[in-house]
């Protein structure tokens, strides 16, 4: 069934994968020193690597969301070729860009009265928003419709699990996540806060471990006790292959997952938990 998939910057697939697909991506935003950036660019696989050059000597970072205007851009294109729209976007608990795709969604329903457009926040974002999207092209080559997958998204996110770990508080104390005399005795002992996206979308603390093993071990267990038999786990690095790699064969070696894919973790969470960031991704037994 023919339908007009949109989603963010932040479902870390790569471009070429996108225009394959005729999928329409609705960029956010990065700033370095006040510097604006597009976190996508439809004709550059290559962005993460050069983000994470750019920002290797701790330059000031922040993020800007999508705006209203964007999202009602592409809801319009498609609507003016009379195609169903589904829109797959990053989790309204940490951006304010679902609530824009929201406001332009009421925006075209104004003007275009007849037109479908399904907005499915999926609770996630980076390689969890990704499997959304790719789900969403199998499903749209097996004749689902944007209704049936949108249905299917709202009920699957509860059993996405999201955790993160940062390996340097800097970034999460710079993006005003984290107090001053935290990060101070944060950093002195060596802290590794383990981080959970939780039911509403929203970042909550789950834990705090000492040293980058130990926040690696614990990962590990995240998965190895609450993954789905013989599925697959995604990991997302900010430039700290080896760390995933080590992190990816810990979690081959509980002997229950299927597959580990591994990547670079997109430009506007990875602005976040700046470089040594690692987020895991996976699909839970409940």
């Keep these: 069934m023919k339908f007009k998939i949109i989603t963010d910057s932040t479902a870390n697939l790569q ?11 609705v960029t956010l935003y990065y700033l370095i020193n006040g510097e604006v950036f597009p976190a996508y660019k439809t004709d550059d696989d290559n962005l993460l690597q050069e983000f994470y050059k750019k920002i290797a000597d701790k330059p000031k970072l922040s993020t800007s969301c ?3 205007e964007q999202y009602y851009e592409e809801f319009e294109k498609a609507v003016k070729e009379d195609l169903p729209i589904l829109y797959i976007g990053f989790s309204s608990g940490v951006s304010a860009s679902f609530a824009s795709a929201e406001l332009a ?11 479908e457009i399904f ?9 969890g928003q990704g499997y959304f999207v790719e789900q969403a092209v199998k499903m749209r080559e097996e004749g689902k419709s944007a209704r049936d997958i ?19 508080l800097y970034y999460l104390h710079q993006g005003g996540r984290i107090p001053s005399l935290a990060y101070r005795l944060g950093s002195l002992i060596k802290i590794k806060p383990i981080i959970k996206v939780n039911e509403e979308g ?16 614990h990962l590990t267990s995240l998965v190895a006790d609450g993954a789905k038999e013989n599925s697959v786990v995604y990991i997302a690095h900010a430039d700290c ?22 990547g670079y973790l997109e430009t506007v969470i990875g602005s976040h938990t700046g470089i040594g960031g690692i987020a895991v991704f996976f699909l839970s037994k409940k």
């Design 15 to 25: 471009a070429s994968y996108f225009k394959k697909n005729d999928i329409a991506v």
């Design 119 to 127: 907005c499915a926040d999926t609770h996630t974002g980076s390689f």
């Design 150 to 168: 949108y249905k299917y998204i709202l009920n699957e996110r509860d059993v996405m699990n999201t955790y993160v770990t940062v390996d340097d």
């Design 66 to 68: 999508a705006n209203e």
């Design 202 to 217: 929203s970042l909550k603390s789950v834990g705090r471990v000492i040293s980058r093993k130990q926040s690696l071990n």
């Design 241 to 262: 292959e080896e760390d995933a790699k080590i992190l990816a064969q810990k979690i081959k070696g509980s002997g229950k997952i299927k597959e580990v894919s591994i």
């Design 105 to 115: 969604k009421n925006r075209i329903l104004e003007t275009y009265p007849d037109a």
